[in-house]
């Protein structure tokens, strides 16, 4: 499976995916990652594995979909199966949501549908939930609304604060990022309007990179 990355940050679930590519619990290859952001360390990070690391200047197109337009041109260049957003700033517009019809797939820091959009940890903290996580999701029109792939769920804690609800939930967006995208590159994802079915592995070989799934 060639998976594309779209990034525009630090690129710590972008690594994750790398990381997880090295140690063969993730059978895909990382086709190009692409930025809206000149400086985003994850075009760095792409660069040190040797994956075409390619920034699409924003300014330099009229509006979103233009935008969507020059972007799904790289995409098929590199021959990209399955679209992984990893921090990705923008709003994916409709020509890349029917280009890649449930072939999108992003990360996000909350138990959806409860806190989608921005600064969700701290949503989540300023409603006083006790229970967060993170969620894997197909990309669809609404933001952060798309069927859901995978959760993991931890307890907030009394003395959390902003930064360490996301650097706890992050280490399980590392975790379950991957493990959402070995599904699909299984074949084991089937979407049936807002759910998403998971296939039991049934290899007599029991030969799911999933093994050690929680
Ligand atoms: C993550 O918290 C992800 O859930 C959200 O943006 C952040 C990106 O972090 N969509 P990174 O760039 O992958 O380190």
New binding site residues.
Partial sequence: MRIGVL??????????IIDAIEKRTLDAILAVVISNKAE???LERARSYGTPAVFLDPKTTADREAYDRIILEQLRRYDVELVA?????KIVTSVLIEAYANRIM????SLLPAFPGLA??KQALDWGVKVSG?TVHFVTEGVDAGPIIRQAALPILEEDTEETL?AR??VE??RI?PQALQLFAEKRLTVEGRKVRIRENKSPHGASLLASDS
């Fill in positions: 990034a525009s940050g630090r690129g710590s679930n972008l690594q994750a985003a360390p994850a957003l990893a921090g990705y700033m992003n990360i996000h820091p969700a940890q993170c996301a939930i992050l967006e590392h990022y």
